[in-house]
């Protein structure tokens, strides 16, 4: 596990966000991810997975 650590000398740096409509088992289900990234760093990123209407969670 690795250590959490704060950049708090470069506040100009902007996050990104993506959404994304995966589909598995040869089209038979899908789901919706959301993907939040900073632009400047391979490692900061967090993937995740969401749903539309709680009525939908499994």
């Known amino acids: 596990m690795g250590s959490a650590r ?5 506040q100009s740096s ?3 966000s993506r ?3 995966i589909t598995v088992d ?5 789901f919706f991810a ?4 900073d632009p ?3 490692d900061a990123w967090l ?5 539309v209407a709680l009525e939908e969670m499994r």
């Open 6 to 10: 704060s950049n708090t000398s470069d």
């Open 14 to 16: 902007s996050l990104q």
């Open 19 to 21: 959404g994304y409509h």
């Open 26 to 30: 040869d089209g038979r289900d899908s």
């Open 34 to 37: 959301l993907s939040i990234e």
């Open 40 to 42: 400047t760093s391979e």
């Open 47 to 51: 993937m995740s997975d969401t749903v």
